[in-house]
């Protein structure tokens, strides 16, 4: 487990939190506005990043029941964390609350590590877990966040405009027929996932540009935190615990379940938030404090959880 050192790990995570700098400094000295670039994150890049990775992954039913299994643990997650804290907070902070609980910075900040500490099947096994998630974001989660702000009808037809729903039943029904994409094709959708990452990263520091202190909400990031580095990673070590008890599930598929659990929280808490106008600063601020912890807390978990799972 070399490679969990902390000087390994520290080139990636110091680059994604340079990347929320320069879109601090792009909408402080340049004056961009965040929120078309959310709604292109949301609606074009995406989808775009997701189509082409299922294209270039092959699905197989294996492959297809683990990004179920992540749909369906976030979708109980957030589900679960919504109903025992509506009481405890506005239906805005409870939106939000309940969306990030379900997520994690899995594509942004979690691939880059993924590429470092997995062997090749790891890899290819985390992109599909990602996927999972991604598809709660994009349909429970949505859902969940709308309705902080909107009725259920509103939120429903919000969901059924979201392409990402379509253009992951596109490559699906594309893998199933056999159908392949021209080279030229899938070559020039190679700038998306880059770009997923970096105006990803990017619209965290533009929304920091425009907060203020007005916007601590220390009862929500404390929750946040709690959730992410408290129940996550609790929850992603037990159910690889009693995987591997049960089915004796590969090292490599043990450790993408783990990385799952100890990313920061998405920055789609931000792009959702501002796309659908619930409190988006304060979920920018939750979003940099859990992203600043995670260079001293990532090494550190994954090596004790590692061990405790049997894998180093």
Excluded at 180 to 195: E, G, H, I, W, Y
Excluded at 237 to 260: D, F, G, K
Aim: charged residues 10%.
């Amino acid at each position: 487990m070399e490679n969990l050192a902390a000087d390994a790990l520290s080139g990636p995570l110091l680059m994604l939190l340079s990347f929320v700098g320069l879109g601090w400094i792009a909408a402080r000295g340049l004056r961009i506005d965040p929120q078309p670039i959310a709604t292109l994150l949301v609606y074009l890049i995406a989808p775009l990043t997701f189509f082409r990775a299922l294209m270039n992954g092959g699905p197989t039913p294996d492959y297809l029941l683990l990004t179920l299994i992540l749909f369906l643990i976030s979708s109980a997650i957030a589900l679960l964390v919504r109903a025992v804290t509506q009481r405890y907070f506005g239906a805005q902070e409870g939106a939000l609350l309940a969306f990030s609980a379900g997520t994690g910075n899995t594509g942004y900040f979690g691939l880059p590590i993924a590429l470092i500490i997995l062997p090749a099947e790891g890899v290819t096994l985390y992109l599909f877990c990602i996927l999972g998630v991604t598809l709660y974001e994009f349909t429970v989660g949505f859902y969940v966040s709308a309705r902080g702000q909107f009725s259920v009808r509103q939120s429903l037809g919000k969901i059924a405009r979201l392409p990402l729903v379509y253009a992951f039943l596109a490559a699906l029904l594309l893998t199933q027929l056999g159908i392949t994409l021209p080279s030229d094709v899938m070559t020039s959708l190679d700038v998306f996932p880059a770009t997923y990452t970096l105006l990803g990263m990017m619209i965290i520091g533009m929304t920091l540009s425009h907060v203020t202190l007005a916007a601590w909400d220390t009862r929500l990031i404390g929750a946040c935190i709690v959730l992410r580095y408290g129940i996550w990673p609790l929850a992603t070590l037990v159910m690889v615990v009693l995987l591997q008890h049960w089915m004796a599930i590969p090292a490599s598929l043990a450790m993408a379940v783990l990385l799952l659990g100890v990313v920061p929280m998405a920055a789609n808490v931000v792009v959702v938030a501002m796309e659908l106008g619930i409190q988006p600063q304060k979920g920018a601020l939750a979003v940099l404090v859990t992203t600043l912890m995670a260079p001293l807390l990532i090494p550190v978990y994954l090596g004790v959880m590692f061990r405790l799972s049997g894998l180093g």
